[in-house]
C-alpha cells in the first residue's frame, strides 16, 4: 500500500525581483498560477492532501481563484504564516515589520496540519511531474529517510539575468552539503561562471547538481525547526533576518540524517524576473 504524502507549498514571500505577488501571477493563456501545475502534478503521482502556506492579505484570492480550479477530492488547507506565531518562551523583536520570517518559519507554521511525510516547494517554482512522482515513489520505499530532486544547473538558467543556486555534494546519492551560489551566468566564452560562499569568481560545469528547494521531508523535521526558530528568536534578529529551511537541512545532516538525492529529468522553470513569466507561457498553454 502507498504511504499517504502531503504537498506543502509555501506561498507566502514577498518577490523582491519580481516587484509584485509572484505566486498569484498567472502564465500565458491559462488564467492559472505556477501552482497550479505543481498541484496536478503532485495529484497525478497520487498526493491527496495539499497545504497552502500563504501571508493573511492573500487569502481572499486563494479561496475565491485558485481553489476552485483544484480536483474536488483534493484535501485542501489554507495555513496563515503570521509574524506573531513563534515558538513558546520566545520574545518578538520590538521593531515594525512586515517580511515573514522566512521558509523554517513558513514549513513549521504547518506543523499542526503535517502528520504524514510531505513534499515541499516554493510557490513560483515548477519543477515538472517527473520530481513530484520520484519523492512520492521515495516514500513508498524509504519512510525514514529524508529526500530531495536535484538538477543539472544548466536546466535552470534564466534568459534574463544572473541567478543563486545551491550546489549540491553529493556523494553515492546522498546529499553531504549545500553551498551557496551566487551572479551564476554564462560569460562572454560560453563558460558558466558564479561565485561562491566565499566570493571567488569560479567556472562551474553545465551538469553541477543544484538544489532547487524541492524537498520530502517527514514530520521529524518539525521540532528541528522549532529549535532553529527558537535560537534565531534569541538571537534577536534584525528587520530583514529570515531563517532559512535549508539551513535546518544542513543541520540534520551533520547529526546523521540521510537524504537521499534524485535528479530530474525536466528542466526546472520558474520567475525570478518579470519577462522570466511571458517566456513561461506556450509552455503551461500546452499543458491546458
Avoid at 514571500?13 to 509572484?22: E, H, Q
Avoid at 535528479?263 to 498553454?285: K, M, N, Q
Wanted: glycine share 8%; aromatic share 8%.
Amino acid at each position: 500500500m502507498a504511504t499517504a504524502v502531503s504537498l506543502l507549498i509555501l506561498a507566502g514571500g514577498m518577490g523582491s525581483r519580481f516587484g509584485g505577488d509572484k505566486q498569484l501571477a498567472t502564465v500565458g493563456q491559462t488564467g492559472r498560477p505556477l501552482l497550479h501545475f505543481s498541484v496536478m502534478d503532485a495529484y497525478q503521482a497520487g498526493v491527496r492532501h495539499l497545504v497552502l502556506v500563504i501571508r493573511q492579505n492573500l487569502q481572499a484570492v486563494f479561496l475565491e481563484q485558485v481553489l476552485p480550479a483544484l480536483p474536488p477530492d483534493l484535501t485542501v488547507e489554507l495555513v496563515l504564516q503570521q509574524l506573531q506565531d513563534i515558538p513558546a518562551l520566545c520574545t518578538l523583536p520590538e521593531q515594525t515589520r512586515t517580511k515573514p520570517w522566512g521558509t523554517a518559519h513558513a514549513v513549521w507554521s504547518a506543523r499542526h496540519v503535517l502528520t504524514q511525510p510531505f513534499i515541499v516547494i516554493n510557490a513560483d517554482d515548477y519543477y515538472g511531474a517527473n520530481a513530484m512522482q520520484q519523492l512520492v515513489q521515495h516514500f513508498a520505499e524509504h519512510n525514514a529517510h529524508w529526500a530531495m530532486v536535484a538538477y543539472p544547473l544548466e536546466l535552470t538558467l534564466s534568459e534574463h539575468g544572473g541567478v543563486n543556486r545551491g550546489c549540491c555534494d553529493v556523494v553515492a546519492g546522498r546529499l553531504r552539503k549545500v553551498e551557496e551560489w551566487t551572479e551564476i551566468l554564462t560569460d562572454a566564452t560560453g563558460q558558466l561562471r558564479g561565485r561562491n560562499s566565499a566570493g571567488d569568481s569560479l567556472p562551474l560545469a553545465a551538469q553541477q547538481l543544484v538544489s532547487m528547494n524541492i524537498w520530502a521531508f517527514t514530520p521529524d523535521l518539525l521540532p528541528r525547526l522549532e529549535t532553529q526558530l527558537q535560537q534565531f528568536f534569541q538571537n534577536g534578529p534584525g528587520e530583514k533576518a529570515e531563517s532559512y529551511l535549508p539551513y535546518a537541512v544542513d543541520q540534520a545532516l551533520q547529526q546523521g540524517q540521510v537524504l537521499d538525492v534524485k535528479v530530474s529529468t525536466e528542466a526546472w522553470r520558474g520567475i525570478t524576473y518579470p519577462a522570466d513569466l511571458a517566456a513561461l507561457g506556450s509552455f503551461f498553454d500546452n499543458k491546458m
